[in-house]
């Protein structure tokens, strides 16, 4: 019984997401300042995965690149899904 409702409580954390926040940047350079937000948006651009630099942690982003490329440097709060160090995101805010 125990393992059935660990197992329960582990996907409904893991349904509903959470929320992150960090600077937005790219996996190449890893900037964490906005001065540095025209690069960011060109890597991005160019092919580089997006990232959020969260303290110490880096997430790899999916989701929408044009948005990834809007908030390029900018601080941001991110709310997704978590899968290792991939964050699916479904909405970004500053």
Do not use: N, Q, W
Request: glycine content about 12%; charged content about 25%.
């Amino acid at each position: 019984m125990k393992k059935v409702l660990f197992g329960s409580a582990l996907f409904a954390i893991t349904a509903f997401g959470a929320s992150f926040e960090g600077v937005l940047s790219d996996a190449k350079c890893k900037h964490g300042d906005e001065s540095k937000a025209g690069c960011i948006s060109k890597c991005i651009e160019g092919g580089s995965d997006a990232v959020l630099l969260s303290g110490d942690e880096v997430y790899t982003l999916k989701g929408d690149k044009a948005e990834f490329v809007k908030h390029a440097g900018h601080k941001v709060k991110i709310d997704g899904a978590l899968d290792g160090k991939v964050l699916t995101v479904t909405k970004i805010s500053m």
